[in-house]
């Protein structure tokens, strides 16, 4: 079941579009309404799960990057939302990678080294969160495997209350904090 979920997130494809190289709709990724997915991730370390599920019982966005410590995710997207005026009324605000746990760690001590923004740095080593969402996508060209798509889910309740997805996968634009904070 996941391989073939896998396969039909990773296919390049536009928002809006029903066009794509091998399949003929559009993929159902995560919309306005949809539950946050009971995964687990990790946080700091291996052994340390944390469901976003669970903990997003109130307000909350969560940042997925395609990769940490890459240009667009270091220099604007993440830091966007750490220094955003904003941030402290946006409720837990996670940012979700498909990396391991120590990569996140070391991310989000060099983006917040005191801690004080509160923003939390999650690993999705296996993409299973990314793949529940279906935002995968093929991104072997670049970090060698299968990443996630550049988005922003608000979250309240446990549920999306919108969905800021980048329709070219990688791009800062409807995902920025001052689009999706304002």
Known sequence: MFAARRFTAAVPRTLGTQSALFHATRPAFVKVGDAIPNVDLVEDSPGN?????????????????????????????????????????????????VNDPFVMKAWGATLDPTGKSGVRFLADPASTFTDALELGFDSAAIFGNQRSKRYALVVEDGKVKEAHVEPDNTGVDVSAAEKVLA
């Open 49 to 97: 799960k944390v469901n976003i599920a669970k903990e997003l019982t109130g307000k909350g966005v969560i940042v997925g990057v395609p990769a940490a410590f890459s240009p667009a995710c270091s220099s604007t997207h993440v830091p966007g939302y750490i220094n955003h005026p904003a941030l402290k009324n946006a409720g837990k605000v996670f940012v979700v990678s």
